[in-house]
């Protein structure tokens, strides 16, 4: 069963930055796709970031490109999420999840990690 494990979060500034990164304990670690999501109090929530784990392609929500950065080291079993220019609106609990076919669902889920973001 794998577990991830978010960190990173924290209280930042408007037009700061923070990393949040994922690492998952499996030691056969090959998903199809690595994601992050959040959750802000009262909101649905929202598909940040994804990572193809084999091709590397991504996605990005359009309320975060070309601020939000997703990548993978393969050898550590981890994904980061560079968070640049930060806004209040990106206030929110984040998420790390692993999606394991093209077809299927993201169901395996991190604990969150809290990012704030202050004006």
């Known amino acids: 069963q794998v577990q991830l494990v978010e960190s990173g979060g924290g209280l930042v500034q408007a037009g700061g930055s923070l990393r949040l990164s994922c690492a998952a304990s499996?030691?056969?670690?090959?998903?199809?796709?690595m994601g992050w999501f959040r959750q802000a109090p009262g909101k649905e929530r929202e598909r940040v970031s994804h990572?193809?784990?084999?091709?590397?392609?991504?996605f990005y929500a359009g309320s975060v490109k070309g601020r939000f950065t997703i990548s993978r080291d393969r050898a550590k079993n981890t994904v980061y999420l560079q968070m640049n220019s930060l806004q209040p609106e990106d206030t929110a609990v984040y998420y790390c999840?692993?999606?394991?076919?093209?077809?299927?669902?993201?169901?395996?889920w991190g604990q969150g990690t809290q990012v704030t973001v202050s004006s």
């Open positions: 999840a692993t999606k394991h076919s093209a077809f299927g669902a993201f169901d395996y």
């Open positions: 499996e030691r056969t670690f090959s998903p199809y796709a």
């Open positions: 990572i193809n784990w084999s091709a590397g392609s991504t």
